[in-house]
């Protein structure tokens, strides 16, 4: 899908005729994007100098500024949070993030959908982030996998801070 922007909504219509009488009604199925509206869990996966703070940041179906921050200091230290969507993912979906991540770092940044969040996570895309001076939308690409649950993680090489404000899946 051509999605583009923030607020992309595909919408599909289909033709039936429902009572068979040569009269066809339209049916249209709005499908607007689907964001993080809980926060299941958020915390370290594995080294000593990890964190997460404000985990509910990452909640809302738009940026607002306010953060989740994800931080590490040094290898091999893995941040990560796992949101519930505010609806079922299926077919193609395509993944959004919109972060902050300070201008001169960089960090390493994989996002999992899982339907059950029970050892069933399925890697998205995992990228290598180049900060800016102002937030940014950095697009993860599609999954094809039926989810309910999401997870960002951040995998620390070097001291670094990763603020996310929310994730769409469109
Ligand atoms: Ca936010």
Redesign the pocket.
Known sequence: MGASGWWAVRIYTTKTDTHGDGHYSFHIFDTQSAYVSSIVWGGVIDGWGAGVENVN????SS??????RLHGESYPDVAAIIGKMSSQQSGTNHIYV?AYLPTGTNAYVAVYVSQNNNYDWTLVNGLNIAGSSTPQTIDFGTTTVNFRYVCVCLMVYIQVYFD???LISS
């Open positions: 940041g990452m909640i809302g940026p607002d500024g306010n953060y989740a919109h996310v404000d929310c």
